[in-house]
């Protein structure tokens, strides 16, 4: 049984377009009108993120790394609330594109994509368990359903999608005109209803900006994925233990 998961589509769609799709995507998750489904998606959601965090506790350790982790646990793995996000988008994107810089958008892009990608991959796999009659699910459940429903390229997209947003994030941060620019919106952003999407980015720009670059976060954080990834497509018995390798300062 395979997820029927999209992965984007070829080429190069406008940052309007691309914002749209992903939401779009996000609002025919099933789980919206299936109480049962959406309290397992949940339930996947939080065994994913203790895992994320026994894997990726020696940078949730490192005061160097520890921000920078904390969101992409939060705010990107597993948090971006797309509910806000939508109903900010919906009223408020050509207003958008007018505050705030289009690299910003670019970036904001990846990020609602990202979302809606990490979100159907969860609602995939928390219908399987339900279909399986498994409504407590533990890890070994979530390996077994991982495995049925060989979401592997899907995730592979899921960690170049969070790759891309995260370089860009720090390639912004380190760009003065294009963070005096998105200071200086802050104001008219909030005005225009686009609070959760403006906070969102700011935060991404915070945790980036005290370090020299994000590279070699990344490489450590979504290196130590792409390898459970490999491990489950192998058949280990444990993919989830990788090594606890460190990035350079």
């Known amino acids: 049984m395979n997820a029927a998961v999209k992965l984007p589509t070829q080429g190069t769609p406008d ?22 489904l959406a309290a397992q998606v949940l339930a996947v959601q939080a065994l994913q993120t203790a895992r994320l965090r026994r894997t990726h506790h020696s940078l949730l350790a490192d005061k160097r790394f520890a921000p920078i982790t904390e969101f992409f646990l939060n705010d990107i793995y ?13 009223k408020a994107l050509p207003v958008a594109t007018r505050l705030l810089p289009d690299s910003v ?20 796999v928390a219908q399987d368990l339900l279909t399986h009659g498994v409504d407590a699910p533990t890890d070994v459940d979530l390996i077994a359903s991982y495995r049925r429903l060989d979401q592997i390229e899907a995730r592979h997209t899921q960690m170049h999608l ?6 860009g994030l720090d390639r912004y941060v380190r760009s003065r005109l294009i963070t005096a620019t998105f200071k200086m919106s802050k104001g008219p952003a909030h005005m225009a209803g686009l609070a959760g999407l403006y906070d969102f980015m700011g935060t991404g720009f915070a945790v980036m900006k005290p370090m020299k670059s994000v590279a070699g976060f990344l490489d450590v954080f979504l290196g130590r994925e792409t390898r459970i ?16 390798d460190e990035p350079s300062a």
């Open 162 to 167: 969070l790759r891309e947003l995260g370089l």
């Open 15 to 36: 940052t309007n377009t691309r914002i749209r799709a992903g939401i779009g995507r996000y609002r025919i998750w099933s789980r919206h009108g299936n109480a049962a």
């Open 229 to 244: 990834l490999d491990r489950l497509a192998q058949g280990a018995s444990d993919p989830f233990a990788v090594d606890d």
């Open 105 to 124: 958008m670019r970036t904001a892009a990846i990020a609602v994509e990202a979302n809606a990608l990490t979100g159907e991959l969860d609602e995939a």
């Open 78 to 90: 597993t948090g971006l609330e797309l509910d806000e996000l939508a109903r900010e988008i919906e």
